[in-house]
């Protein structure tokens, strides 16, 4: 979970946000989703001026270089490198990221349960930053 308090204005004034999931989705922005992995930019431009990226890809795990025995592997693993790095680029724009540890491939449904509970996890922990950043306020 990480958050970001650029942008912040007075907490009295009322703030539109925008849910930002990776591969698009969400607001509208899921035609984005091939050319932008987190289209945070287009919610700003739309209006929003909180985004909360929900971040659900698979990170790159560490690789010896003994394992990278063939060109196309060489090509695979450098793609995957530079698609990480645009990736966490993006991430840095969003005002909150919320990122859910998963540890399967992009088209694996088999689990279902398995990936909505760590994604309940992660957002009953980061709710209170969540509202802190959207200047929500307990009622007293």
């Known amino acids: ?8 204005g007075n907490a009295e004034k009322r703030k539109t946000w925008a849910l930002v999931l990776m591969g698009g989705g969400a607001r509208g922005l899921a035609h984005i989703g091939v050319l932008d992995n987190a289209p945070v930019e287009a919610a700003k431009k739309a209006g929003a001026s909180v985004t909360v990226l929900v971040d659900v890809h698979r990170h790159l795990r560490e690789m010896t ?9 060489i090509i695979q693993r450098t793609l995957d490198m ?25 088209l694996d449904f088999s689990s279902p349960e398995k990936i909505i509970r760590a994604g309940e996890e992660v957002a009953a922990a980061g ?3 969540l509202k802190e950043t959207l200047g929500i306020r307990r009622r007293s």
Request: charged share 30%; aromatic share 2%.
């Open 82 to 106: 530079a698609g990480a790095a645009a990736i966490e680029d993006l991430v840095r724009r969003a005002d909150v990221v919320f990122r859910v540890p998963l540890d399967i491939d992009t």
């Open 65 to 73: 270089p003994g394992r990278l025995r063939h060109a196309p592997q």
């Open 1 to 8: 979970m990480d958050a970001r308090a650029g942008g912040r």
């Open 127 to 129: 709710l209170p930053l």
